[in-house]
T-cell receptor, first 115, second 108 residues
Framework: DAGVIQSPRHEVTEMGQEVTLRCKPI?????LFWYRQTMMRGLELLIY????????DSGMPEDRFSAKMPNASFSTLKIQPSEPRDSAVYFC?????????????FGPGTRLTVL | GQSLEQPSEVTAVEGAIVQINCTYQTSGFYGLSWYQQHDGGAPTFLSY??LDGLEETGRFSSFLSRSDSYGYLLLQELQMKDSASYFC?????????WGAGTKLIIKP
């Protein structure tokens, strides 16, 4: 099993540009999470999908952020326009079911730097 | 609100034993999990407690007291590779509520 795959691993962009982060969850997992991690705010849940449907997007900072999951094997997180305060590591995680007790498997993360 | 409290940093000596505490206040409770994150890496699952008591996995043990809303992670025979951040997380509704993490510094 390849684990959760994220791309790109590093992204450097200029303020105002559009950024798209990609995630491929573990095959057979039906729950997917997008997290953001910074030194100041720690690990923050941005959005949670179950069976490709967004269940909770209350953690999405503002309208500049959007996430999609068109099928069970792919999800994107888009930031448009990007701002320096969006600089963070963005993790995607997947889980086998909707049970909160099941282990979340994290991807390697995308380190985003907005200049 | 929902919150988890854990120390921001703990320092220990190689070969020693260290305990990282976690207290929680959440609207729902479906167990306490612990994750490890090395610098530059992703969080990885360590252990899970659904019921009161101690769970042991090799050098690591985790304890839960639901009546006290408290748990801890115990690391024995510390090795330099255990230097990392450790997060407690409570299962609540459909998601995990995360603590801010404890940075474990190990000195030779």
């Amino acid at each position: 099993d390849a684990g959760v795959i994220q791309s790109p691993r590093h992204e450097v962009t200029e303020m105002g540009q559009e950024v798209t982060l990609r995630c491929k969850p573990i095959s057979g997992h039906n729950s997917l999470f997008w997290y953001r991690q910074t030194m100041m705010r720690g690990l923050e849940l941005l959005i949670y999908f179950n069976n490709n449907v967004p269940i909770d997007d209350s953690g999405m900072p503002e309208d500049r952020f959007s996430a999609k999951m068109p099928n069970a094997s792919f999800s994107t997180l888009k930031i448009q326009p990007s701002e320096p305060r969006d600089s963070a590591v963005y993790f995607c995680a997947s889980r086998t079911s909707g049970r909160p007790t099941d282990t979340q498997y994290f991807g390697p993360g995308t380190r985003l730097t907005v200049l | 609100g929902q919150s988890l409290e854990q120390p921001s940093e703990v320092t220990a000596v190689e070969g020693a034993i260290v305990q990282i505490n976690c207290t929680y206040q959440t609207s729902g409770f479906y167990g306490l999990s612990w994750y490890q994150q090395h610098d530059g890496g992703a969080p990885t699952f360590l252990s899970y407690n659904a019921l009161d008591g101690l769970e042991e996995t090799g050098r690591f043990s985790s304890f839960l007291s639901r009546s006290d809303s408290y748990g801890y992670l115990l690391l024995q025979e510390l090795q330099m590779k255990d230097s990392a951040s450790y997060f407690c997380a409570v299962g609540s509704n459909y998601q995990l509520i995360w603590g801010a993490g404890t940075k474990l510094i190990i000195k030779p």
